[in-house]
């Protein structure tokens, strides 16, 4: 075998102890350039091999370690921010948000009811009649029920998430 002629894959596959099939892969992979002879193939092939026994070439083991380690990495920067917008009060836990959410419902119905006290009054002094405050409320009143009491909040901090009934005749508080 002449080194400095063009190299044959099953050739080269004998001479270096590999299947026919793996010198394939390395010509699909670019490390061996059909063309070249058997000496630019060995070396070639040889530097291949120094690189990947040195560790440095990709692997799907090594690829899926690297995802890891950079997951990680990014876990670890976005805890460590957290933690400064905490301290400096640009972020708010889980208890404080649901606090206030519960507080808001609370100030929604008071401010409801006082609009429709002042609806009536309207109403009656405007037509000189007298408006059934129940029938004026009841709807109201239900709906300000589901607001303030019946809203079933299911949170957790990572998930982040808050949600009612989407029907509020499925609220076992409220009357039929």
């Excluded at 670019?30 to 040889?46: F, H, K, M, N, V």
């Excluded at 400064?84 to 708010?92: A, F, R, S, W």
Aim: hydrophobic share 40%; proline share 3%; aromatic share 6%.
């Amino acid at each position: 075998m002449d080194i400095n002629s063009e190299a044959k894959q099953q050739e080269f596959a004998t001479l270096v102890g590999i299947t026919r099939q793996a010198t394939a892969k390395h010509i699909e992979m670019g490390t061996l350039s059909p063309g070249d002879s058997y000496r630019e193939w060995i070396l070639a092939y040889c530097s291949r091999l120094r690189t990947e026994a040195a560790g440095r070439s990709a692997s799907e083991h090594r690829n899926r370690r690297d995802a890891a380690l950079a997951w990680e990495a990014e876990m670890n920067a976005t805890m460590k921010a957290r933690e400064i917008m905490k301290q400096d009060g640009e972020l708010l836990d889980y208890e404080h948000v649901l606090t206030a959410m519960l507080n808001w419902t609370e100030i929604v119905k008071s401010a409801m009811a006082r609009s429709i006290n002042g609806v009536v009054k309207a109403i009656e002094s405007q037509y000189g009649i007298t408006v059934d405050r129940g029938l004026a409320t009841k709807y109201l009143e239900q709906a300000l029920t589901i607001i303030s009491e019946g809203i079933e909040f299911t949170a957790t901090p990572r998930a982040g998430s808050l949600s009612a009934p989407e029907n509020p005749e499925t609220n076992s508080k409220q009357e039929p």
